[in-house]
Nanobody
Framework: QVQLVESGGGLVQAGGSLRLSCAAS????????MGWFRQPPGKEREFVAG????????FGPSSLAGRLRISRDAARNTILLEMWKLEPEDTAVYYC?????????????????WGLGTQVTVSS
C-alpha cells in the first residue's frame, strides 16, 4: 500500500505563487512514480506534471505549462510542485498520484493511488 499526503494548498492572490508538496509512504512506495493532477470546479481531472523513474519531469497540456516546476526529494519520498503567476483559472483541487507505469501517457486509469487532494483558490 502507498499513502499520499498533500500539503501547501490555500488561498492566493492572482499573480502569486504557491508550493505544494506530496509525501509518500508505504512498504512498496519505491515501485511507483509520483505526479500531480488537478480538478477545477465543474471540470474533469487533468494531469499537471509528474516525475518519471529516470527523474525526468513530464508535463501535461494544462495552462500551467511554463508556470510550474516539479522536483523530487527521493530521500524523503516527496515531490514538490511550484506554481507562479497564478490565475483564477488555476483554482482547483490538486491531487497527488502514484503510478506504476509513469506519465507517458498520463491517464487517470494509470493511477494506482490518489491523495485526498488540497484546495488551491486563486482570487482576483
Amino acid at each position: 500500500q502507498v499513502q499520499l499526503v498533500e500539503s501547501g494548498g490555500g488561498l492566493v492572490q492572482a499573480g502569486g505563487s504557491l508550493r505544494l508538496s506530496c509525501a509518500a509512504s508505504g512498504r512498496t512506495v519505491s515501485e511507483y512514480v509520483m505526479g500531480w493532477f488537478r480538478q477545477p470546479p465543474g471540470k474533469e481531472r487533468e494531469f499537471v506534471a509528474g516525475i518519471e523513474r529516470s527523474g525526468m519531469g513530464t508535463f501535461g497540456p494544462s495552462s500551467l505549462a511554463g508556470r510550474l516546476r516539479i522536483s523530487r526529494d527521493a530521500a524523503r519520498n516527496t515531490i514538490l510542485l511550484e506554481m507562479w503567476k497564478l490565475e483564477p483559472e488555476d483554482t482547483a483541487v490538486y491531487y497527488c498520484a502514484a503510478s506504476r507505469t509513469g506519465w507517458i501517457p498520463a491517464t487517470q486509469t494509470s493511477v494506482a493511488y490518489w491523495g485526498l487532494g488540497t484546495q488551491v483558490t486563486v482570487s482576483s
